[in-house]
Nanobody, 123 residues
Framework: QVQLVESGGGLVQAGGSLRLSCAAS????????MGWFRQAPGKEREFVAA????????YYGDSVKDRFAISRDNAKNTLSLQMNSLKPDDTAVYYC????????????????WGQGTQVTVSS
């Protein structure tokens, strides 16, 4: 199983940027689809972004489209999420995931979760 460790979270003012990173170990990630989910206090976990294994095709949730960018570096076994124009509604714990099958938008498709990193956006 793949182990995932996120970093890069923190406190930022609205309109600012953050870059999240996810380091994978245990297996090479090159053959896996990967992504990010987030969970805000009192809300259900939400799909943020995903990237395919081979072509690096990207997918985004409607609330982050045109502001966030997901990327991967298979040589370094890492996944990143560049977050721009951050809003208070982006405040959440962000989770790096590896998919083992199924829909990219469904939590049930996730095989491995990171421990999460907190992102707080102040107004």
């Amino acid at each position: 199983q793949v182990q995932l460790v996120e970093s890069g979270g923190g406190l930022v003012q609205a309109g600012g940027s953050l870059r999240l990173s996810c380091a994978a170990s245990g297996r090479t990630i090159s053959s896996y689809r990967m992504g990010w989910f987030r969970q805000a206090p009192g809300k259900e976990r939400e799909f943020v972004a995903a990237i395919s294994a081979i072509s690096s095709t990207t997918y985004y949730g409607d609330s982050v489209k045109d502001r966030f960018a997901i990327s991967r570096d298979n040589a370094k076994n890492t996944l990143s999420l560049q977050m721009n124009s951050l809003k208070p509604d982006d405040t959440a714990v962000y989770y790096c995931v590896v998919y083992y099958g199924g829909s990219l938008y469904a939590e049930t498709s996730v095989g491995s979760w990171g421990q999460g990193t907190q992102v707080t956006v102040s107004s």
